[in-house]
Each structure stands twice: as C-alpha cells, then as structure tokens.
C-alpha cells in the first residue's frame, strides 16, 4: 500500500501545481479519488489499476484547471507567475513591445509641449488635452495584447476620439471653470475607456470588471513605487551634476513628463506580468491602510458632528473632502477585490463597514453644507460638478453600508456586495463623462 | 446514447441543487447519485463537479463544512441553503416549461413530464 500513498502524494503534488487550483480543492480531489480507488478496488480490482481509472475518471488536468480558474478567476490572478519558477521568461516577454509604447507616448507629450511652447507656456489647450496623450497609448497597448478584432478595435478608439473631439471643438470662454472640471474629468472618463480593451471587450461581465478593479488598485500601486525609484534618481542626478553648472532644472522640465508617461505603460506591463511581488504586498497594503483609515474618518466624523459643519466648509476643504470619501471608496473596493469572496465575516469585514459608515455620515453632512450653499448662492459648474460626485458616492456607500452589515450578520454573502460595487463602476463612469460633455454647454462654457 | 454537452452542463445545477434538497453531502457521492439518476447516462467528467460545487458556494446557494466522519478522512460535506431551494425552484420551473414545449411538438414520445414529476 506504500506505493499507492507515494502515486497519490505525487498525483497531489502535480494537481496542486495546476493554475485556479488551491490546497483546499486538492484535498476535496483527492477525498474523491481514493473513494473511487476503494470502490474499485472492492469490485475486484488491483490498487494500481484503481488508481489510473479513477485518475482517468478525475478528468484530463487541464481542463480540470481551467474550470477551477474560470470560477475562481480571483486566484488564478494570484497563480499567475507561480508556476514553475519561471520567472524571467515571464518577465521578459513583451518587454520589448511595452517599451515601444511607453517612448511612442512619451514622444507624444513632448511633441505636444514642443507645440506649445513648454515649460515657459503652458496654455489652457495642453492641460485640457493632457491625458488624452497618455491613456490611448495604454488603450492601444491593452487591445494589442489582447488581440482584440476590428470591431473592438474601433469600439476602443471611439470614446477617445469623441473625447478628443468634445475636448477641443467646445468654445471654452476665458478662465472657464467649465474647463478645468473637464481636465479633472477626463483623466476619469479615459481611465473606464481603458477598461474595454482590458476586459477584451467583456464589458458585461462582473468578473472582469473586479479584474480591471484590482488592476486599477495594482497599478497605482506601481505608479507609485516607480514614482519614488525616479524621484530619488532625479534628485541623484541633480546633486551629481550641480556642480559642474548643468541646468538641471531644464533636464528636469524634460525628463521628468517623458517618465511620468512613459511609467503608465510600464506600471501597466508590471501588473500584468509580474503579480506576485504586489500579491504579497496588496492585502497587507489595505489590512494596514483600511484600520487607519477607519480610525481617522470615525475621528472626523464625530469631530464634525459636534462641532458642526456650518461655516467650515468652504470650497477647498470640500475638495478635500471628496478626495478623502474617494479613498475611501477605492480603498474598499481594492480590498475586496484582493479578497477570496468564498470566506465568512471576519475583524477586517467590521473594520471596513466602520470606514464606510463614518465615510458615509461625512459625506451626508458635505451634502447638506452643499445644498445650504447652492441654495445661498446658487448653482456654478463646480458646485453642480461636487454636487453630482457626493450623490453619487452617498448612494455607492449606503449600498455598501447596507449589504457589508448584512454580510457581517450573515444575512447576505459577499459576492451580493462585490455584485453592487461593479454593477455601480459604470455610474461613475457616466457621470464623469456627463460632467466632460453635458456640464461646460449647460454653463454655457463659463 | 450520447447527450450533448450543452445539455449535460445545462442540466448539471439543477441536479446537484435538487440531490443537495434531499440532504447534505459531498462530491463522489452526489456523482454516484448523478449516474444511479440517470441510469448511468449522464456523465460528466469526475473533477467537473467540484468547480461547479463552487460556483454554488459563491452563490450563496450551498454551504460548506469540512468534517472526519467516525471512520474516514476529512471530507467536505455540501448544504444547500434557501437561496439554493428558491434557485432550485426557478430552475424546475424553467424546465417543465421546456419539456412541455418539446412533449407538445413530439406526441408520443411521452415521460419527459412524467419523469420530472410535473414539478
């Protein structure tokens, strides 16, 4: 019977290096086989001959695997390099490809500031159009590497170029504050057109869309670590050649915007190629980050709640305010899609439902200093523009509010709740772009 | 005989929710209740079912255990719960519907309302 325990050991072995499939399914797959094997064998059959039909009966590995991944599409996120080893061919592949189009947007932006005249000019027409040199680049990258048809193709280019052409053909008046809500807007609106070539032009599917969520989550992650390596580089740099009278300041103009762009690309390569590093670091970024954050927007809330909020609101700290709340919400939503949604309520579930609700009451007493205001003075576009964003984000939370208390007394499972997040993403899509499209000609461009 | 694949995987959820409706149990041996059903004419492959037993979970139509019965290894034992019986119910519901359609267009054939028992 020795040999049949070292077959299995190594039949378990072989399984559990199998893409989608954890420790806990091995032992459910093996539960099954060694009932098949006893069945069998009590039928008449040797213990090596049990062993290969009830192999054979598991099914071919493969296939096994990639239903396991396609449920659990979550883990094979994580498994993604951890195969084998393998790591520099993974690493390697498509470097190549992604470099072309980090120096092809690059090249972009500077040949867009070449035309207007930067750093010494920096018209209203650069920043306007600023991410609309930037995200096509990555749009593109994904439809490559996604192999999307023509069809999609052309679905991908369609909200860039209607972008482009919105962005550019509207009559912006003079110091237009119309304008300055598009070139915040629309680094958003992009940012979703992105979405379709990187679900493959799945859009309806909630799987995807959490994967684009934990994409979204893993590349801001790199960005930033990107960001610190060059930071420190430049800073480097500066000192070393300081002395021998090089303007470093006009290197810096240059290289800095080539970086910046360039790093969207290459942040993108990295979460696609290489998971494992942030796969480690991802749950503990938001189980360090989602307490803290928690502690302090409970602190704020019953800060505010007592003191009032009548005059401390102006229009600065509003701004702050929205930033926080979408935090807050990225935090949430990130911290889901990093987790495995089959488990029950833990410390972390409570933790979070503390941040969303104190995020919650804060952005109710933001929405009643707001309305107080508009009913004051009226409606501008930025007024209407924060107005939309904190309706938006009250109905996004209180949903999340009420089904993660639900969940946390187990009258509702997580996937009820991660359901409600990417059914909603569209909604913060929409109206980013009704703010681009719909707002400046409603204020009349003011 | 041979049935389709489509057909096979179609009729796969219903089946095991309507196994796990008569009481809990675990992997091998709702598939040996699968094929005993079916007179050993619906197959599947083996490992097939259990990512199926997960997609339920995630559902929220099963619950999970992992329990040592008195005489054997750790097993992971299924339950279906509400969610499960309502998803069930909708599920026969649609299939009396398409059986009474097919039994309509082949008079004759009959038993294919009868074998579901009219729901």
Known sequence: ?446 | MHIDKDLVAASATPLVLAILADGESYGYAILKRVRALSAGELVWTDGMIYPLLHRLRRLGYVTTEWRTPPEGRRRKYYTITNDGRAALADQQRQWVAVSRALNDVWPGSGGVLTALGEA
């Open chain 1, 1 to 446: 019977m020795d040999s049949m325990e070292s077959q299995i050991a190594e039949w378990r072995a072989y399984v559990a290096n199998a893409p989608g499939v954890n420790g806990h399914d091995v032992d459910e797959l093996e539960d099954h086989l060694r009932h098949q094997i006893a069945e069998l064998n009590a039928a008449g059959l040797t213990a090596d001959e049990g062993f290969l039909i009830a192999v054979k009966r598991l099914g071919d590995l493969d296939g096994l695997s990639r239903e396991f991944a396609r449920e659990h599409s979550g883990r094979l996120w994580k498994q993604l390099l951890s195969g084998d080893e393998g790591e520099p061919a993974h690493l390697s592949s498509g470097w190549f490809e992604t470099l072309v189009f980090a120096v092809t947007a690059a090249v972009a932006v500077q040949a867009a500031r070449l035309a207007a005249d930067a750093p010494d000019e920096e018209p209203n027409w650069l920043v306007r159009n600023a991410s609309l040199f930037v995200l096509p680049f990555l749009a593109a990258y994904f439809a490559r590497r996604r192999q999307l048809d023509t069809r999609r193709w052309v679905l991908t280019a369609a909200p860039f170029a209607l972008a482009a052409l919105v962005v550019n053909l509207y009559p912006w008046g003079a110091d237009s504050a119309t304008e300055v809500l598009v070139a915040l807007h629309l680094p958003v609106v992009l940012w979703f057109a992105v979405a379709y070539p990187y679900m493959g032009g799945m859009v309806r599917s909630h799987e995807r869309r959490m994967d684009f969520v934990r994409f979204t989550g893993e590349w801001f992650i790199y960005y930033v670590l990107i960001a610190l390596g060059g930071g420190v580089l430049m800073g480097l740099t500066a000192a070393i050649l300081d002395p021998t009278g090089v303007d470093v300041d006009r290197i810096a103009e240059w290289v800095l915007p080539s970086g910046a762009v360039g790093a969207v690309i290459v942040a993108a390569w990295l979460v696609e190629s290489k998971q494992r590093v942030v796969e480690n670091m991802a749950p503990v970024l938001t189980m360090l980050f989602t307490p803290l954050f928690a502690v302090m927007l409970a602190g704020a809330a019953v800060v505010y709640a007592v003191t009032g909020v009548g005059g401390a609101f102006d229009r600065e700290l509003l701004g702050t305010f929205d930033a926080l709340l979408l935090v807050v919400l990225g935090l949430v939503l990130y911290g889901m899609s990093a987790r495995d949604p089959s488990t029950s309520p833990e410390w972390m579930d409570a933790i979070q439902l503390v941040a969303v609700v104190s995020a919650l009451v804060l952005d109710v007493m933001v929405l009643g200093a707001m309305i107080a205001r508009i009913g004051d003075l009226g409606f501008t576009p930025n007024r209407t523009a924060a107005l939309g964003l904190n309706l938006v984000l009250l109905v996004n939370l209180a949903g999340a509010a009420w089904l993660s208390a639900r969940f946390l007394t187990r009258r509702s499972r997580l996937h009820r709740l991660e359901r409600w997040q990417t059914t909603y993403l569209p909604v913060f899509a929409v109206w980013a772009a009704t703010v681009v499209v719909i707002l400046p000609p409603l204020f009349a461009f003011s």
